[in-house]
């Protein structure tokens, strides 16, 4: 299949692209490198620097590449960030999709499978979290991708796309090849890391005075690997069902870590001190977020390959250690 992927020299984003053209499929990169990195991506996939938000420049390359189906990880993805500025949020997240929605539409493409977050929940109503339970986000970042899905539910009934709305909870660990690296990064492992290998001189924990074990967050973390193999199972089920499709699903290992944990996790993994600071919460910041993610291993058949929080933490590892970008 040819895929078009914007965001594909992210993260997550990266490691998707790798298997697409490892299954044989044709993938063209679209990203404004803003935070991506070329050498994410790669040398069987085509890269484009673009933006979303540049519909002449999509148009463009639609026509040029026809694709059969887009993947969509272009995002600004910091959740505190967009409790300071909501309106980069909105512009990125929410009207540049309705851009890229509008482009898909006009090239007659079928098939969208796009990034969401369990942001859409808020504070959740029961854990482990289900699909059909309330959409409430606390911060901007997950109210401007609930937007998104909602206009996806519109451009399902009315134009008859077919599309997958991914609710990753978070996106952790490493391939061999590609990791984490965000700029500044805001995800607790890759810090905790940076601890570990000197680069930082703390973590720091934002609350320990939470309605929780130990008083600090607890979430789920869930492997890019796996994550990658949830996007490549959701392509191939809206692609073969010839009617419009609709797919929503979490993705996440249905197991809670506290932030204490995930520390504790890391020093046993690298045998390194890794001191900790205790500060004050972050607007924004559910207690707790697990996701139950049944739903996508009956229907798909998706099954984790790294659902320890330990192996997810090892590769992250072993990727800094190994100092290795790109294939
Ligand atoms: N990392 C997580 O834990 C997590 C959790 C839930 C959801 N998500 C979602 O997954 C997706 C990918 O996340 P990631 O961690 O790989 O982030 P990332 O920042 O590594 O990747 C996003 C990519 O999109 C590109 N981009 C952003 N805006 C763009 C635009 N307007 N035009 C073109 N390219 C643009 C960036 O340059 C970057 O390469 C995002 O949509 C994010 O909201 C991530």
């Excluded at 854990?127 to 519109?154: F, H, T």
């Excluded at 990753?168 to 990791?179: H, I, K, Q, S």
């Excluded at 789920?220 to 699903?249: C, F, G, K, M, W």
């Excluded at 993705?251 to 890391?266: M, P």
Aim: net charge negative.
């Amino acid at each position: 299949m040819k895929v078009f992927v914007s965001g594909g020299a992210g993260y997550i984003g990266g490691v998707v692209v790798s298997q697409l053209v490892a299954a044989g499929h044709e993938a063209v990169v679209y990203d404004n490198l803003r935070n991506g990195h070329p050498d994410s991506v790669p040398s069987a996939a085509r890269l484009v620097v673009g933006d979303v938000g540049d519909r002449a420049k999509l148009c463009e390359i639609f026509a040029e590449f026809q694709p059969e189906a887009v993947m969509h990880f272009a995002a600004s993805i910091e959740a505190g960030e967009s409790m300071r500025d909501p309106a980069k949020f909105f512009r990125n997240n929410t009207a540049n999709a309705l851009t890229l929605l509008e482009t898909i539409l006009s090239h007659k493409v079928r098939c969208l499978v796009f990034s969401s977050t369990a942001a859409l929940y808020g504070d959740p109503v029961s854990i482990p979290i289900r699909e059909s339970d309330r959409l409430l986000p606390i911060n901007a970042y997950g109210e401007s991708k609930l937007l998104v899905e909602r206009m996806l539910g519109w451009f399902h009934r009315i134009h008859g796309l077919s599309y997958a709305s991914l609710r990753y909870f978070n996106a952790a660990g490493a391939t061999e090849n590609l990791g984490e690296r965000h700029d500044p990064e805001s995800h607790l492992i890759p810090i905790i890391l940076q601890v570990a290998s000197g680069l930082r001189e703390y973590v720091s924990i934002f609350g320990d005075d939470y309605d929780t074990l130990d008083g600090t967050c607890v979430r789920d973390y869930v492997h890019v690997s796996d994550l990658a193999s949830a996007h490549l199972l959701a392509l191939h089920a809206l692609h073969s069902r010839p009617e419009p499709t609709q797919l929503i699903y979490n993705l996440g290992n249905g197991h809670g870590f506290s932030v204490r944990e995930v520390i504790e996790c890391a020093r046993r993994v690298t045998g390194r001190a890794i001191p900790a600071v205790v500060e004050a919460r972050r607007t924004g910041d559910p207690a707790i977020l697990v996701a139950g993610s049944e739903k996508i291993r009956a229907e798909l058949g998706w099954t984790p390959q790294y659902p320890g929080l330990e192996q997810i933490v090892r590769s992250a590892w072993e990727y800094i250690q190994r100092g290795k970008q790109g294939d």
